[in-house]
């Protein structure tokens, strides 16, 4: 079912003029190459219909071992659903399969023979050309047969795909997402995993599920404003959730020390929590990003107080060139992968020595939403309980994602050629925030609206001064930010209320404010909707 090698790279010494990216001196060899070697020493990856595996199996030696500790274990912050959970029986007699001459009456894989696909076929762009106009006209066209590993010498195909497989997902993608691990995050204790997952709600969803117990009175921090989806997902498990104050960098690290340090379970109605749910970079709704120092400031805090960190990370890759100002000369973008990467704000799976982070990873943001593939990164311990969820729960994601997502990103682009589309991707977002901050510059008061331009992500968080409206004493925020929403409506534009996305909703709002995109409007539109927006706030404070 499953072979490969663990034979690793011996170092060797390369020219300067030879190193190609993301160059380690510790290796001799840059990261993205190690692994072409390693792979080619391995020999083929053989991973047929359901066949188990984990990181351990695709890990270079400077992730293995090489000194470093193992994870913190984290037993008495799990729930007693996710402690009680047992291995999927089927699942678990799934590995038998791989013995040779094997004929299997056991299990309820469906024959490869009645799949009703024999091919398929799509066309990607091909690096550095990634636009429209590029692919339509160089873009490479990719074929998948049905049978590709028995009768073209293929790893991956649709009879493998397209059947039942384990809850991690397939061998061929975890192996491309552990080496992407190894190249951009660096986790820096030994005993680290990845799984794969249907997207990162999913994987909040079963997470919450892991950590949180209604009996004993858990609970979640978060920012105090948090992605609405996230709340709605936590609130039905019975379980409070808390917001930590926050300013242009999210949370603020004095704060959640102050609010844990002074917890009191009885006026609370939850004992003192041990989960904080944050999203570092890009934030949504309020667009903010945790700089490198705020990331380490918060991790202490965390392991201060024992909490352990779910750090999802959907716009980590959409961190933007800094914003000079309109008309002002561009700071210049990375020019090869090794400074893309080195641009990149540490994650806090970077950070983590304890093993206290389960880092959420989706392809939603950066690629396609459709696909709803993501992964997760964890001490061994967690990935385990999470695999033990998934099996009884998701099954693992679609057969078609990984597989279209296998021969775009391994077999198409490479680590190499991701990467390149992730450096593409930065400019694109550049070009659109750019455009909003423009149209706002040009619309909105600024007197009563202000704003800061987003490093990361897609949305800008715009602060409405509502101690300036003629009716501010007797009216509530709320009801000035409806009356706001509805003018907007009405002359044809729709911005996100911050009411939506308070955490505590029990509570007043700390001010008014509104969440705009500019993930996909055209900045012919953006500007319109922005006059709009502009228009419906003057007309609330009398100023039209």
């Known amino acids: 079912m499953l072979h490969t090698t663990s034979r690793l790279l011996e170092s060797t010494e390369v020219s300067p003029a030879a190193r190609p ?26 991973a047929g219909v359901a066949a188990a595996s984990d990181s351990d199996m695709f890990k270079g030696s400077t992730f293995k071992t090489a000194g470093k500790p193992n994870a913190k274990q984290w037993d008495s912050h799990l729930s007693y659903e996710s402690r009680v959970r047992e291995p999927c029986t089927l699942k678990q007699a ?50 998948i047969g049905k049978y590709d590993v028995r009768d073209r010498d293929g790893t991956y195909d649709l009879s493998i795909a397209l059947n039942y497989g384990q809850a991690t997902g397939s061998p061929q993608m975890i192996r491309y997402l552990t080496e992407h691990t190894e190249i951009v995050y660096k986790p820096p204790y030994a005993d680290w995993q990845v799984c794969q ?27 105090a404003f948090s992605f609405s989806t996230a709340l709605e997902t936590i609130t039905p498990l019975g379980v409070k959730t808390f917001g930590v104050e926050i300013d242009d960098q999210g949370l603020i690290p004095e704060a959640m020390d102050e609010l844990l340090t002074n917890w009191d379970a009885d006026a ?19 667009g903010a990003t945790q700089g490198t120092e705020r990331r380490k400031a918060l991790y202490r805090a965390a392991q201060k107080h024992d909490l352990y960190i779910i750090e999802d990370e959907p716009y980590y890759f959409l961190q933007m060139q800094p914003y000079t100002g309109r008309n002002q ?33 989706s392809f939603s943001k950066v690629l396609v939403p459709g696909s709803r593939l993501g992964w997760i990164t964890a001490s061994a311990q967690i990935i385990e309980r999470y695999v033990r969820h998934a099996e009884v729960a998701s099954q693992g994601p679609s057969g078609f994602s990984q597989l279209i997502l296998y021969k775009l990103l391994d077999e198409t682009w490479g680590h190499e050629g991701y990467l390149r589309w992730l450096m593409n991707l930065r400019l694109e977002y550049t070009k659109k925030r750019d455009a909003l901050l423009s149209a706002c510059e040009d ?39 409806e009356e706001i929403f509805n003018s907007c409506i009405e002359s044809g534009v729709l911005v996100a209320r911050g009411s939506w996305f308070l955490t505590e909703k029990d509570k007043a ?36």
């Open 197 to 223: 997952t249907i997207g990162s709600t999913g994987a909040l969803e079963e997470a919450l599920r892991m950590f949180c117990d209604k009996d004993r009175g858990d609970s979640v921090l978060t920012e």
């Open 268 to 286: 609370r109605g939850a004992r003192k929590p041990h989960l904080l749910y944050t999203v570092p970079s890009g934030q949504n709704p309020t």
């Open 443 to 481: 619309h909105l008061p600024r007197d009563l609206v202000t704003w800061k331009p987003p490093a990361a992500g897609m949305f800008m968080w715009l602060y409405v001064d509502h101690t300036q409206h003629p009716h501010a004493a007797e009216r509530s925020i709320v009801d000035i930010e």
């Open 21 to 46: 990216a993301h160059f380690d001196k510790s290796q001799g060899v840059t990261a993205i190459e190690e692994i072409k070697a390693r792979r080619a020493k391995a020999g083929k990856l053989v």
């Open 509 to 544: 709002p700390p001010g008014l404010f509104f969440r705009a995109t500019y993930a996909s409007a055209t900045p012919e539109n953006m500007n319109e909707a922005i006059k709009r927006f502009g228009n419906a706030v003057r007309e609330s404070f009398g100023r039209k």
């Open 329 to 361: 000369p561009d700071v210049p973008a990375p020019k090869t992968v090794d400074n893309f990467v080195d641009s990149l704000i540490p994650s806090y799976l970077s950070l983590d020595v304890d093993g206290r982070v389960m880092r959420m990873d």
């Open 94 to 143: 799934a590995r038998h399969m791989k013995k040779p001459g094997l004929i299997s009456l056991g299990g309820g894989l469906p024959s490869s023979e009645v799949f009703p696909f024999a091919e398929l076929e799509f066309k990607v762009p091909v690096s550095p050309n990634f636009s429209e106009k590029e692919t339509a006209e160089s873009g490479q066209t990719v074929k």
